[in-house]
Antibody, heavy 119, light 107 residues
Framework: QVTLKESGPGMLQPSKTLSLTCSFSGFSLSTSGMVVSWIRQPSGKSLEWLAAIDWDGDKYYNPSLKSRLTVSKDTSNTQVFLKITSVDIADTATYYC???????????WGQGVMVTVSS | DIQMTQSPSSMSVSLGDRVTITCRASQDIGNYLSWYQQKPEKSPKLMIYGATNLEDGVPSRFSGSRSGSDYSLTINSLESEDTGIYFCLQHKQYPWTFGGGTKLELK
């Protein structure tokens, strides 16, 4: 059974760095074709894809945010991380991680973690 | 980036209605299009992949189709559990891009 779960700070101040963790089970990111993406959704709005990392360690970023994003994975291939630098109020959203296979559709999603940027 | 233009943004529907939601891609995405249903406070749920393929466990009243750069999600004989927000996603190329969403509500 594939499950993903996001975790994060809940709230942080503007200009700080947001660190998120996606912990998953039921698959290994070392398996050929596996990809984990980060996607966010401000309240009442649509979804925005942020970044992805694949089984080979290749990383992909949304150009609109690329300078602020860093995606990585742990050596056990059971966690993926996302860092967003210099956050501001516009980064307030629910952040999801999702699994795909060879970059195809997002078949499995985490429950999401809400992050509020506020002073 | 590939733009996904989704319409309508909202629909007020009745039980038993046939509902169609459409996404138009700004570039060729082939069949790299999937549809998701999102309930309040929940994560999106995959409904259709590859433009026309029904995900396991999704009721057969849901279907997907393609006509050129237009992709449609159709719900035949709407049931109350089908309310929510529906999004399309193109995964032809990064950055993935989503449609703006369609909110289905009961009249």
């Amino acid at each position: 059974q594939v499950t993903l779960k996001e975790s994060g700070p809940g709230m942080l101040q503007p200009s700080k760095t947001l660190s998120l963790t996606c912990s998953f089970s039921g698959f290994s990111l070392s398996t050929s074709g596996m990809v984990v993406s980060w996607i966010r959704q401000p309240s009442g709005k649509s979804l925005e894809w942020l970044a992805a990392i694949d089984w080979d360690g290749d990383k992909y970023y949304n150009p609109s945010l690329k300078s602020r994003l860093t995606v990585s994975k742990d050596t056990s291939n059971t966690q993926v991380f996302l860092k967003i630098t210099s956050v501001d109020i516009a980064d307030t959203a629910t952040y999801y991680c999702a699994r795909s296979h060879y970059g195809s559709y997002a078949g499995y999603w985490g429950q999401g973690v809400m992050v509020t940027v506020s002073s | 980036d590939i733009q996904m233009t989704q319409s309508p943004s909202s629909m007020s529907v009745s039980l038993g209605d046939r509902v169609t939601i459409t996404c138009r891609a700004s570039q060729d995405i082939g069949n790299y299009l999937s549809w998701y249903q999102q309930k309040p406070e929940k994560s999106p749920k995959l409904m259709i992949y590859g433009a026309t393929n029904l995900e396991d466990g999704v009721p057969s009243r849901f279907s997907g189709s393609r006509s050129g750069s237009d992709y449609s999600l159709t719900i035949n004989s709407l049931e109350s559990e089908d309310t929510g927000i529906y999004f399309c996603l193109q995964h032809k190329q990064y950055p993935w891009t989503f449609g703006g969403g369609t909110k289905l509500e009961l009249k």
